[in-house]
């Protein structure tokens, strides 16, 4: 607590006022605050160091390049990759998705599968169902239980010969769900299968080892790590990226260009296509040391007890019901209150000063699932605290007399 009131000094946006109330962000889910040291980059890069990377040879451009470069080791010992070129920056966990799906269509057959889940976000549900559409492969779904966990029974029934790749995501963003990674790569390998964890969820909250995982593509997007947004990660196996084909063509992916044909640049630059985000990846470098300076350890811990804490306060609220009640979870709450609609309730509390996310959560497969239009959503990161819980209650209990 002491801890985290320090770290709350360091990001400026956790306090200002939103009509007229202090403000309580809870959509963390959606995008995390950026602390000043990060900001203070993204201007730093701009005002002293603007040039474009890996080109030229002039000074202000090769300390740029060292800073960029610097990044991509940063996120390799972040996630403990093997070789820093297994890191490929993109704008996001989409962007990784797609990346991957579309490289694969050359690898896919009519007949092959790909299997998804059903609490997926939509960046891990339509890059499929376009590859499949394109490859005439089939997309098998692993259904979820009435608490939201996979359905690991189900997944080893769908699990065959065919399947080529498994997508599936590490911690649910509707339902706060967090997967057995590890056991779902493993029974994948078994099965000769490639394995892709989408990784939005967890990369802030928990400690991601790829090769302890032994996984075969992790994704991310630093927007939900304290970092810039149009900053995004994918890890892949060495291998396997070698393997694949480019995903677009263009400058810095080349190594010869001919008009006729063109051969392409070693990994990891025949991903990464074009001028990148470049204040970007260099300002995430710091919200990484952040997260490095708190350690996930100790923000596991604290984001546990908050988990805790508004769950037993929420649930004495009437009418409320939480959707997601996994003995697993991350801190995420999605949940209704009898005869009143979650958006009308999100709108009630940001005039109190209370940043909910409502809706589908970009995950209308799980709001099928539970037969529900959406939810309210509370999701929580190291910064907030117990009081910030206290106040928010007291406003749903406002909103409720408002709205019953
Ligand atoms: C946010 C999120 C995404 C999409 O991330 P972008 O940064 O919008 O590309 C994908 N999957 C999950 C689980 C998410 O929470």
């Known amino acids: 607590m002491k801890k985290n009131s320090n770290i709350r000094d360091r990001f400026p946006l ?48 090769q300390i740029s390049t060292n ?8 996120v390799q ?38 299997i998804i889940s059903e609490m997926e976000h939509h960046s891990n549900i339509v ?23 996979l359905d690991i029974k189900h997944f080893k ?24 990674i590890k056991e779902i790569i493993q029974l994948s390998h078994d099965k000769n299968a490639q394995v892709l964890i989408d990784g939005a969820q967890a990369a802030a909250h928990i400690t991601v080892d790829v090769q302890d995982l032994n996984v ?30 480019p995903y677009q063509g263009g400058g810095e992916m080349i190594e010869k260009v001919e008009l006729s044909k063109s051969t392409y640049a070693p990994l990891p630059h025949k991903f990464e296509a074009g001028t990148p985000n470049i204040a970007g990846v260099i300002a995430f470098k710091k919200s990484i040391s952040l997260i490095k300076e708190i350690g996930l350890q100790e923000i596991s811990s604290h984001e546990d007890k908050l988990l805790k804490y508004a769950t037993k306060k929420l649930l ?34 940001d005039k109190m000063g209370v940043a909910i996310r409502t809706g589908h959560h970009c995950t209308q497969p799980v709001m ?16 907030n605290t117990f009081e910030e819980i206290d106040s928010c209650i007291i406003a749903i209990n406002k909103a409720k007399k408002m709205l019953l």
């Open 14 to 61: 956790l306090n200002v006022k939103v009509n007229s109330s202090q403000l309580i962000y809870f959509d963390n889910a959606a995008t995390t605050q950026k602390p000043k040291e990060v900001i203070d980059e993204i201007t730093k890069y701009y005002q002293e160091e603007n040039s474009n990377i890996h080109r030229g040879v002039h000074h202000l451009s």
């Open 67 to 74: 800073n960029f470069e610097e990044c991509r080791i940063k």
């Open 77 to 114: 010992e972040f996630l403990n990759a093997q070789f820093s070129h297994e890191i490929i920056f993109t704008k996001g966990t989409t962007d990784s998705i797609n990346l991957v799906s579309t490289c694969f269509q050359d690898e896919l057959q009519k007949g092959d599968e790909i």
């Open 127 to 149: 890059p499929w169902q376009i590859c499949c559409k394109k490859t005439g492969a089939n997309l098998r779904v692993v259904r979820i239980d009435d608490r939201g966990n």
């Open 157 to 180: 029934k769908l699990l065959s010969n065919k399947t080529k790749i498994v997508a599936i995501t590490h911690i649910s963003n509707s339902l706060g769900t967090i997967n057995p």
């Open 216 to 245: 075969d593509f992790y994704c991310f997007s630093a927007h939900k790590l304290f970092g810039p947004t149009g900053v995004g990660v994918l890890y892949g196996k060495e291998k396997i990226l070698n393997s694949l084909p």
């Open 316 to 349: 004495q609220i009437e009418g409320l019901e939480i959707i997601g009640t996994s003995e697993r979870k991350s801190a995420i709450i999605s949940f209704n209150i009898k005869g009143i609609h979650h958006y009308d309730l999100g709108v009630l509390l």
């Open 368 to 383: 099928n699932r539970f037969s529900i239009p959406g939810t309210a959503r509370i999701s929580f990161a190291y910064y």
